[in-house]
Nanobody, 115 residues
């Protein structure tokens, strides 16, 4: 069964931090890269960060130096540590397979950066 469950979003002030978590089905997680994607209102969904099964990471230019992606294979979980958040980071954040996504998406988790 395909399962992607994101959590950890919320309202945070500019400059603040959040850590997102995504628990995936073992069938997805065990042999694939995993990524975090986001979709802001009126915009297309975009890749934020990806991590391969060999833990090679890739980041969008807009988040380099501020966000860190990691994975815990024992827990089938991928994390996104977000620091120095900006209002333009406001979006619904999703996890999915990386670099090619599945046709299925979870419910996402809302991140709002506002004073």
């Amino acid at each position: 069964q395909v399962q992607l469950v994101e959590s950890g979003g919320g309202l945070v002030q500019p400059g603040g931090s959040l850590t997102l978590s995504c628990k995936a089905s073992r069938i997805i997680f065990s042999i694939n890269g995993m990524g975090w994607y986001r979709q802001a209102p009126g915009k297309q969904r975009e890749l934020v960060a990806g991590i391969t099964s060999g833990r090679v990471t890739n980041y969008a230019d807009s988040v380099k130096g501020r966000f860190t992606i990691s994975r815990d294979n024992a827990k089938n979980t991928v994390y996104l540590q977000m620091n120095s958040l900006k209002p333009e980071d406001t979006a619904v954040y999703y996890c999915n397979r990386y670099p090619s996504t599945l046709g299925y998406w979870g419910q996402g988790t809302q991140v709002t950066v506002s004073s």
